[in-house]
Nanobody, 126 residues
Framework: QVQLVDSGGGSVQAGGSLRLSCAAS????????MGWIRQAPGKEREGVAF????????HYADSVKGRFTISQDSAKNTLYLQMNSLKPEDTAMYYC???????????????????WGQGTQVTVSS
């Protein structure tokens, strides 16, 4: 059974940094798209950052380009999201997702993701 455990969220002031982690277990995919998706209250889900196995396909939402970095430690089966220069508009529940296709990573689509973490809350105050 695939399990994704998100962690690392918290409350920070604008301009601060956080690093989110997603520990995956029960995973059988050799290649797939993994990513971070966020949802703020009253807003639609937004694909924040996606990474295909090996890192040759990486997609960022325009709203986070230059501030967020997605990475993966294959040995630890863990996906990360380093978030710098945080803004109040980054406040949301952040979810790790996995099992997506190459097309999902190219386009930033969330449609193909089969597995989701429980989410970790990020709150940025001004």
């Amino acid at each position: 059974q695939v399990q994704l455990v998100d962690s690392g969220g918290g409350s920070v002031q604008a301009g601060g940094s956080l690093r989110l982690s997603c520990a995956a277990s029960g995973y059988t995919y050799s290649s797939n798209c993994m990513g971070w998706i966020r949802q703020a209250p009253g807003k639609e889900r937004e694909g924040v950052a996606f990474r295909y196995t090996g890192g040759h396909i990486i997609h960022y939402a325009d709203s986070v380009k230059g501030r967020f970095t997605i990475s993966q430690d294959s040995a630890k089966n863990t996906l990360y999201l380093q978030m710098n220069s945080l803004k109040p508009e980054d406040t949301a529940m952040y979810y790790c997702a996995a099992g997506g296709t190459m097309g999902d990573c190219y386009s930033g689509s969330m449609r193909g993701f089969r597995y989701w973490g429980q989410g970790t809350q990020v709150t940025v105050s001004s």
